[in-house]
């Protein structure tokens, strides 16, 4: 009866007690009660966590997943069933999982991979699980993401609740500020795909001892993949796409955040992608030697054209982290994103295009917003070209629709017929425009 009514009590976010209430507002409050956070602080007995797979089966669970999972879309999975035919029945069909959860029964289907077009021109694989594995997967992070968040390192930014790459950035603008600008900059090499089944589930048997849920998460890494005629059984790694998989990633670089800040180096980590800022060649050599030592040890590798030590206010030794380059005391995009964003550009300003030019400055108003919203901070110079840029395609396409050619170094008389005042008025968002608006003081 306590128990009930302390669960009552829990506010709509729930809480941590004597922590900050912030912290804890994402968790679902039907999943993690009152009790259940004040256990997070105070610790479990073994430091391990049992029974939770009612949790997961629980209905409340699988219908805020399902919630979860239908605001991020997605393609269907092997069984074809696409998020609109779920809902269509989504009551059955959370009853049946609910209920095969509990009796054991459930089975997780194979994932559909496809591939996916780079920016340096290979592909990137991705799994795509069935939508009713989606929102299995959703419960089962919903119950066992607070247990591994209360314990993970503040130098990890990357898949976290209340955290992004805004923040990651903020903190490498911040220790260089306080002048550590030897950086190694390090890249694994194929992590999503190396990581070792048998260390992970190790890893996580520390803080979980559900049976139960264990066999969940072993089912999930050993996921039949099925590409096109092929199919195999994964004796490693963890499926891009899936919705478990970037919780299981940081969970097993978990040991090298603390090795790390045990050493005393100042990481900062997204998901793979991470750099380690030190005030000296040798803080920095010491650093490496240490990621190398424990990539070893991890069964991982460290690709060895994009891992490098540089002092990042030299010139031609900086660093690129998160669509940025830190490099000479200036923080300036780097190449791949600014091609990704003119390939954009080109793909909704084709000469071909049928649509009217309102309708295309409508089109890619957001895309340039979007970009400009991150890449905001770069340098002052890397806006104005852009915009030249994006002005050219629209007067090239003008120019085909009256049956002209575009000569780039004869576009005098285009820019006079079709000013750049011309596209303002039509509304076209401005990146340079934007750049001096954000830089006024408030």
Known sequence: ?????????????????????????????????????AALQSGVKGGSWYSLMDKVAAPRTLQAACKRVKGKAGAHGVDGMSIKRFAAREQQYLQELSQALREGNYRAQ???????????????PLGIPTVKDRV??????????????????????????????????????RHLRQGRTWVVDADLQAYFDSIDHDKLMRLIQRR??????????????????????????????????????????????????????EGGWHLVRYADDFVVMCESEQQAQAALQEIRNWTAEAGLKLHPAKTHVGNCMMPGQG??????????????????????LKDRIRQKTRRTSGESLQSIVKALNPVLRGWFGYFKH????????????????????????????????RSLSNHRRWPNTFFAELGLFTMHQAWIAASQPR
Request: proline share 5%; with cysteine; glycine share 6%.
């Open 136 to 173: 299995v997967q959703a419960a089962l992070k919903l119950v066992i993401e607070p247990i591994f968040e209360s314990q993970f390192e503040q130098a990890s930014w990357g898949f976290r609740p209340q955290r992004g790459c805004k923040d990651a950035l903020r903190e490498v603008d």
């Open 208 to 261: 979980i001892s559900d049976g139960r849920i264990l066999a969940l998460v072993r089912q999930y890494l050993n996921q039949q993949v099925l590409h096109q005629l092929q199919s195999w059984r994964p004796t490693s790694g963890t499926p891009q796409g899936a919705v478990i998989s970037p919780l299981l990633a940081n969970v097993y670089l978990h040991e090298l955040d603390v090795r790390l800040r």
């Open 378 to 409: 770069a340098h002052a110079s890397t806006f104005k070209p852009i915009d030249a840029f994006l002005r050219r395609r629209l007067r090239s396409l003008l120019c085909k629709r009256e049956g002209r050619a575009y000569v780039y170094h």
């Open 319 to 340: 660093f690129e982290f998160l669509g940025y380059r830190f490099e000479a005391g200036r923080r300036s995009v780097r190449r791949k994103s600014l091609a990704t």
């Open 110 to 124: 194979s994932v559909r991979r496809v591939e996916i077009p780079k920016s340096d021109g290979g592909k990137r």
């Open 1 to 37: 009866m306590k128990a009930a009514q302390a669960a009552s009590a829990v506010p709509a976010t729930a809480k941590r007690e004597a922590e900050p209430q912030t912290r804890w507002d994402w968790v679902e409050a039907d999943v993690w009660t009152a009790p259940m956070l």
